[in-house]
């Protein structure tokens, strides 16, 4: 398989599927909190300026929390996200699928300044394109991966039509592959839709075009239980 | 079993414990019911998975479970008496078993320091090698014995003094652990580097006579400070080590193993700069008291320091 997935066993003796984050998706998240960071920064001294002197030590002492110790607080309490990550959907998870802690969190993100050499995050990129699971220096030393969310999962919608059950039992993929044409029948153009549901020969026979489709979509409809 | 029996036979279950899950405290079931719920739902993720029921179903399946899986194996111990316990026998137990590494971290940090504090006495225009004229000028204007608050410009206050020394030395105690991770080039270069500076700084006042404000200065944090550094560089050799030798392991193995106790080094180590960063912002400006006070005090603080290393921790270690 070419997808970007990652597959926990647990103790209940059951595999959980954890789909991978790349690059860009955590680029994104990265700057939404970069300027959230410089933003906490910028407010810090407004309100604090007119105590002067006194007033850039607390704006600094702001800007060591905000930038070391902050994003990895919020990987320990919002289930491994910080606000950027939130944002994108994306949530830093240990390798075996478990919540992250203070230990691993504040590991990541000390060695994020050796990730961000020689600028912009130069060898991060590369350590995460050698990687099969897309992990920078700082994932590799504390064992965690940056995953998308789970999220919930809505109700398919497709065309209505009277169920056909299968000539044979289908696996889950094939059976994933029939649903997921029903689901895009209503995107796809008339013609497109023919040409993709006569190529499943053994389902659909010498069926042509419109018959073949309707036919398909008769064993969406099987196979989602609508009986 | 029909996909629709099983569904339906099991339907109450799952939306009670994806409710569980939403809002524990406005779950249907006790929390005690929590963990036999859940491995009833790996058993039906399973099930459903090997009778290949549809897709949407075991998706369905499979989040419950990884939720689950979030809900019940997330740590909720307290951890403010951990950091206590940390504090008094983990830390100190901790840079004792990382010994060999802590020597090699103080070599290259004190090594240079001290040497260079003693060859400016014989040798003073060597300074000028090693710092640019206006660094020079700014440390005469810092250690001036004319000044009422030592170590800095007259106008600055300690909180900001305090502000200055969190955000900078603590950050230059993160990019000495975190270089380490380039097969420990990192690590030795800041530790090096820094001993360079700070002997540099110190062998020339000495040896222009600014003794008294620049020892009374720095002797109170000095302990606190120096000896941080060196631990977050031995912290930092500790990954550069699982990388160059990772031993009869895969080296991602070794540098995951490591992590562990460089990280732990980290923490005592950022809580050192954050004690030292206190003293040297609202104790070392003082003028108030003499220099024999304050250099009572500095030594005191490294004897203290000492023996907190050598001696805290062993007998709960033991346990």
Not at chain 2, 254 to 279: D, I, K, Q, S
Request: hydrophobic share 50%.
């Amino acid at each position: 398989m070419l997808d970007t997935t990652r597959r926990v066993a647990t103790p209940e003796g059951i595999e959980l599927t954890l789909r991978l984050a790349g690059p860009v998706p955590r680029a994104l998240a990265w700057s939404v909190d970069f300027v959230l960071r410089v933003a906490v920064v910028f407010v810090v001294m407004m309100v604090a300026g007119p105590l002067g002197a006194a007033g850039t030590g607390i704006a600094l002492i702001t800007a060591f929390f905000v930038e070391w110790l902050l994003p990895a607080w919020f990987e320990t309490r919002w289930n491994g996200q910080t606000p950027g990550k939130r944002a994108f959907g994306i949530a830093v998870l240990n390798d075996d699928g478990t919540p992250v802690r203070w230990p691993a969190a504040l590991t990541r993100n000390l060695l994020r300044a050796v990730d961000f050499l020689p600028l912009f995050y130069g060898i991060g990129l590369v350590a995460m394109l050698a990687s099969r699971d897309f992990k920078r220096l700082g994932d590799l030393a504390a064992g965690t991966v940056v995953v998308y969310q789970a999220e919930k999962t809505s109700a398919r919608v497709f065309p209505e039509a009277p169920p056909v059950s299968p000539p044979f039992a289908l696996s889950l993929e094939e059976q994933r592959a029939v649903l997921e044409l029903a689901e895009r029948a209503s995107t796809l153009t008339r013609e497109r839709l023919e040409e993709l549901a006569e190529l499943p020969s053994p389902l659909v026979g010498s069926l042509d075009g419109s018959r073949a489709a309707a036919r398909l979509i008769g064993m969406a409809n099987y196979i989602a239980g609508r009986k | 079993m029909r996909q629709l029996h099983f569904e339906e036979a099991h339907a109450k279950e799952w939306d009670e414990f994806e409710k569980f899950l939403d809002d524990p405290k406005k779950s249907p079931f006790a929390a005690e019911e929590m963990p036999p719920r859940y491995r009833r739902i790996c058993q039906s993720l399973a099930l459903a998975a090997d009778r290949q029921y549809s897709p949407e179903l075991v998706d369905r399946l499979n989040q419950l479970a990884l939720r689950g899986h979030h809900a019940l194996y997330r740590n909720r111990r307290r951890e403010s008496q951990r950091v206590l316990e940390f504090l008094l026998a983990g830390f100190p137990a901790l840079v004792r078993a990382e010994r060999r590494l802590v020597l090699a971290a103080s070599l290259l940090f004190f090594g240079p320091l001290l040497g260079l504090i003693a060859v400016l006495q014989a040798y003073p225009e060597f300074v000028h090698y090693l710092l640019a004229p206006e660094q020079i000028a700014n440390f005469h204007q810092m250690y001036d014995p004319a000044n009422r608050r030592l170590g800095s410009r007259e106008a600055d206050s300690s909180l900001m003094m305090f502000g200055f020394y969190i955000w900078n030395n603590i950050r230059i105690g993160f990019q000495t652990f975190a270089g380490g991770l380039l097969a420990g080039v990192g690590s030795i270069w800041f530790l090096a580097a820094n001993g360079v500076v700070i002997g540099a700084v110190a062998g020339y006042l000495t040896q222009v006579g600014y003794t008294q404000t620049f020892w009374s200065f720095v002797a109170g944090h000095s302990s606190l400070e120096l000896v941080a550094i060196a631990i977050a560089g031995a912290a930092g050799l500790r990954l550069g080590m699982a990388v160059i030798s990772p031993g009869n392991v895969s080296r991602r193995a070794a540098l995951v193993a490591a992590a562990r106790p460089a990280v732990r080094l980290m923490y005592g180590a950022a809580m050192m700069f954050l004690a030292a960063a206190f003293v040297e912002a609202f104790w070392s400006p003082l003028t108030e008291f003499g220099f024999q006070t304050k250099i009572i005090v500095g030594i005191a603080g490294w004897v203290l320091l000492l023996g907190y290393f050598l001696l805290a921790g062993r007998s709960s270690a033991a346990r």
